[in-house]
């Protein structure tokens, strides 16, 4: 067993629990403060509550058994609550064997699914920040907080963002606010997103200009080949620069 101690229960990240199941764990315990007793104002423990209960349901989604994630709640003096609560886990982890035996997903599958779905993330929080904010009171509304219809939804929807080299100005902008470098660009150059290292966090298109409009939301459909380097050279019209066929011409 590893014990990954963070300060606070708020604190756990849809990441963090991605990344242990995709190294191998068999089941994550998630040990946080009781409800309506956080010492911070952001309620912390209500968040961890709302992202495990987030997490169970992508769980269920891929075929992985949700019992594998547990999060319980206790005071600093409940030491026997906790041993009860990492028995009782404990018990559940070892009739469920190694992660994906019961499921009958192969470690390699289950490293791919993980991680295709740690590089979404920063997508799944935004699109469901609302819920992830709320303070559930009611222990019976926690099963239907998240639904599986939705959470299909979810990955059925995911964006993918598309620079319109025709509308590119190469103002630089978007390549400077993307979070993990995925635009490719610079000076009078066309802009492109590598598809690949986009984490689909759009804030490329609220980041680019709205004279511009150069960044497009696509849902459902394949994005455009980018223009190839060759091709993505801009040159301005007013200047006394000489343009070649493949290279862009902006007023
Ligand atoms: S959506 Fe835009 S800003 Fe976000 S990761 Fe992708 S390219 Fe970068
Ligand atoms: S912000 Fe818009 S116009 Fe500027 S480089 Fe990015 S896509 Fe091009």
């Known amino acids: 067993m590893r014990l990954v101690r963070l300060m606070c229960s708020g604190r756990v990240d849809l990441a963090h629990i991605l990344r242990a199941f995709a190294k191998g764990a068999d089941g994550v315990f998630i040990g946080g403060c009781r ?46 609550l906790f041993a009860s609560e990492v028995d009782g886990f404990c018990k559940t982890i070892k009739e469920l064997g190694p992660i994906g035996q019961s499921e009958e997903i192969s470690p390699a599958r289950l490293e791919e699914v993980m991680s295709d779905i740690t590089r979404l993330v920063p997508y799944i929080k935004i699109e469901k920040h609302e819920k992830l904010t709320v303070c559930l009171e009611d222990e019976t509304t926690y099963e239907d907080h998240f639904s599986l219809d939705e959470i299909k939804r979810l990955f059925e929807e995911v964006a993918s ?30 802009h492109v997103i590598d598809q690949d290292k986009c984490i689909k966090c759009g804030t490329c298109l609220n980041a680019c200009p709205s004279r511009f409009g150069a960044v497009t939301k696509i849902v459902g459909g394949p994005v455009p080949a980018p223009l190839p380097l060759d091709q993505r050279t801009i040159v301005r019209k007013g200047g006394k620069e000489k343009t070649t066929s493949t290279e862009k011409v902006l007023p």
């Not at 630089?172 to 979070?179: D, G, L, N, Y």
């Open 161 to 190: 963002y598309y620079i319109d080299p025709a509308k590119c100005q190469a103002c630089m902008i978007c390549a400077r606010s993307c979070p993990v470098e995925a635009i490719d660009g610079g000076k009078g150059v066309v």
């Open 35 to 80: 409800l309506g007793e956080c010492n911070y104002i952001t309620h912390g423990n209500y968040h961890a509550l709302n992202l495990a209960l987030l997490s169970k349901k992508i769980f269920e989604h891929i075929g992985l058994n949700p019992r594998r994630l547990h999060i319980a709640f206790m005071s600093g003096g409940e030491g026997n």
